[in-house]
């Protein structure tokens, strides 16, 4: 459920991305929100799944434990800056502060697309040794 929810998070972004570059606000507006939405259940049932369950060690060994390793903590460690970015980002929309969410945004979406898509990648590495 966790690889679904991020793959959906990032299927939102990248179309409230494009809605945004066609000046799509509304349509952007409300792909964004439910990015949000989703990205704030996916934190909820990982954090539920990791008290419940703990985590889940990773079997492999050689270049492939590199690599997931590797992708594992850029994964995790923008997973941690998205905390505030994201509240950073969204903020401004409410005093309709354009600019500075814009300034934000730039920042805030490759980070967030990139930990969604890692997020699936690391539920893809586990699988063959879980």
Known sequence: MNA???????VLLTMGYVAIRR????RH?????????????FLISYLIKTWLHGTT???????MRVI??????????????LVPLVPLTLWPTLGRRW??????AR???PIWLYV?????AVYLLLRPYY
């Open 68 to 81: 997931y390793l590797l992708v594992l903590g850029t994964h995790l460690t923008l997973a941690m800056a």
């Open 57 to 63: 060690l990773y079997g492999g060994t050689g270049i």
């Open 99 to 104: 600019d500075r969410h814009r300034r934000w």
């Open 23 to 26: 000046r799509q606000r509304q």
């Open 116 to 120: 969604s898509v890692t997020g699936v």
């Open 29 to 41: 507006q409300n792909l964004m929100l439910a990015a949000t939405i989703v990205s704030g259940l």
């Open 4 to 10: 679904v929810l991020n793959g959906i998070s990032a």
């Open 107 to 109: 920042i805030t979406l």
